[in-house]
RNA sequence: AGGGGCGUAGCUCAGUGGUAGAGCAGCGGCCUUUUAAGCCGAAGGUCGUGGGUUCGAUCCCCACCGCCCCUACCA
């Protein structure tokens, strides 16, 4: 076990058999405390000097040395714990020979707790006076500096723990994070869902249009895949009589990474029987605005250079949304008449597309697309997505992108789904699902005889079975809680959101792998 | 995967074709109300890795590794 810097880390070493001599014990287990450091600024940070003297209340906290100043006889340093930090002032007068010794062995990022009682210094600040110093656990390896902190990106993602006692502010997004998930839980549990937990192995991965994560099990010799979404377990419990249910859990999807997508990240899955697609939407403006008031205190939130006013939510088809985003320079917008015109949506893209690489504008990739309904799904991903900033309610998607959504009955090629889209991220997908099984089976194997990486290469024949035995009318939907988070942090990374995002392993350089014995 | 940027002491950063500096942290010394503590002293670096050009490379060139951003895939 050896790590950078050597030679602070043997000194540590050295310390930490000097205050093993002193008589303490190196890793003790326990420490019995009062209140943390949050407790006392929220408790005493109002009383003056003179209440505090005359209170003269002995408190024990425990944390972690984040400031030293030694001088002498004495010293002052200060005490991190539950976010906040609390000076404590030791006196060698008061501490004694033995306490006093601990007390200069100690370096910054080590962990010990104090008893003692609150006072005021000159300057005012409320501090623990110190009668009697426990040593914790020791810090072998240095903290980052203490003005900037830890600003390198690279080691905030990989050793997060320095990040989160270092800064302060990414404290605070997991903290939201927490709280955003237990609002999630509260708002569906006061509903009557209940939560349950479906494989995150399947046999066949389905739900979603993505590529899976492969792996192997043992004993039954075979192949499983990492879900890509809970979907089609959660209906089949919606058969089972869950009339409302709920998961909050990873998803795994193979794709690239990047400021918006992390290879698992996490969903809220949710279903409701006898609800269709325009009852989530408005569940949804209820949720999100009263996730932006919890989660920041206001509707009106901060996004970096946005003002997202979550406390409503625009509406638009996806027809009306690539007619109303259309670029005029690219000329007349189609219609909607048009869009909904067999072989429109082909024909304009076509259109769009002449122009958009005329002009070096992002154009619709065809990658061998050919239904109607797909070219219009490119077409609002070309022009319209990334313009929806303000919380946009996006619905009426076509069938051909939609296979699992129950078809509008005044329009076949249209289905009861929707999105939300805020500040240009798609964060919900939800709809009135597809409950007719020869429908559904149709459409898998549409799908199938499609191929491509992101279709799954077999009928999930037991779900076919399960609709079968009668699926309510249902609404469903997915909300991404890393993107949400994000929104309702100002985070502008989704590794921001997450505590250990993927990144490729470092490559072992220094002599850390020796450390096998530990 | 393609394009751009970055990588110098433990951390935060300067810097130069003649093998490197500051602040903080650490080490030694002084100091019993300090707070980015101060003062004095000493120490700390194969300048991401490997090649090449050069009398000489941390700097110029190439490749590789890692991270960040944009694009592509995707939620």
């Known amino acids: 076990m050896q790590f950078e810097p050597r030679e602070q880390f043997e000194q540590r070493q050295k310390k930490l058999e000097q205050i093993e001599a002193l008589g303490y014990e190196p890793f003790p287990r326990e420490f019995r405390w009062t209140d943390t450091p949050l407790a006392l600024v929220e408790k005493y940070g109002e009383k003056s000097a003179g209440e505090l003297e005359a209170e003269k209340l002995e408190v024990r906290v425990a944390g972690r040395l984040v400031s030293l100043r030694l001088m002498g006889k004495a010293g002052f340093a200060h005490l991190q714990g539950s976010g906040k930090r609390i000076q404590i002032h030791v006196k060698k007068d008061v501490v004694g020979e033995r306490g006093f010794s601990l007390f200069q062995l100690l370096d910054l990022g080590d962990l010990i707790g104090v008893r003692g009682h609150l006072f005021r210094t000159k300057t005012n600040e ?139 990240f996490t969903m809220l899955e949710f279903y409701e029987a006898y609800s269709n697609y325009r009852d989530l939407m408005e569940l949804n403006e209820e949720l999100f605005a009263l996730l932006a008031m919890s989660i920041t205190g206001s509707t009106l939130v901060k996004y970096g250079e946005h003002e997202l006013d979550f406390a409503k939510m625009q509406r638009l088809t996806m027809r009306e949304a690539i007619v109303k985003y259309w670029p005029r320079e690219a000329g007349q917008a189609p219609t909607e008449a048009e869009l909904a015109a067999p072989g429109g949506p082909r024909a304009i893209t ?58 509008k009955p005044e329009d076949p090629t249209l289905t009861e789904r929707f999105e939300i889209y805020i500040a240009g991220m798609e964060v919900a997908n939800g709809f009135s699902e597809l409950n007719d099984p020869a429908e559904q089976e149709r459409r898998f194997q549409a799908q199938i005889a499609q191929g491509g990486e992101e279709v799954p290469k077999a009928l999930d024949v037991d779900y076919i079975r ?39 392993p470092e490559a072992r350089q220094d002599s850390a792998s020796g450390a096998g014995g530990a």
């Open 350 to 407: 076509e259109r769009y597309n002449g122009w958009a690489k005329a002009n070096g504008a992002p154009y619709a990739a065809s990658k061998g697309t050919v239904k109607d309904g797909e070219w219009t799904g490119l077409l609002f991903e070309t022009m319209a997505e990334d313009r929806l900033i303000q919380p946009t309610i996006l619905y009426d998607f076509p069938t051909d992108i939609s296979p699992l959504s129950k078809q």
């Open 466 to 504: 399960a609709l079968c035995h009668g699926m309510p009318p249902t609404a469903g939907e997915g909300i991404g809680i890393d993107r949400l988070t994000m929104l309702l942090t100002d985070s502008q990374s989704i590794r921001d959101v997450i505590l250990f995002p993927l990144l490729r």
């Open 126 to 264: 409320l501090t623990i006076r110190v009668d009697e110093l426990s040593f914790l656990s020791k810090s072998l390896l240095p903290l980052p500096e203490k003005w900037h902190g830890l600003t390198d990106v690279e080691m905030r993602y990989r050793q997060r723990y320095l990040d989160l006692i270092a800064n302060d502010h990414s404290r605070q997004v997991f903290v939201a994070r927490a709280q955003i998930i237990k609002e999630l839980r509260r708002f569906f549990d006061e509903r009557g869902y209940i939560e349950v937990e479906t494989p995150m192995m399947h046999p066949i991965p389905g739900g979603a249009a993505a590529r899976p994560f492969i792996t192997h099990h043992n004993t039954l010799e075979i192949d499983l895949y990492l879900r890509i979404a809970p979907e089609l377990y959660l209906k089949r419990l919606t058969i089972g009589g869950f009339d409302r249910v709920y998961e909050i859990n990873r998803n795994f999807r193979n794709e690239g990474i990047s400021t918006q997508h992390n290879p698992e």
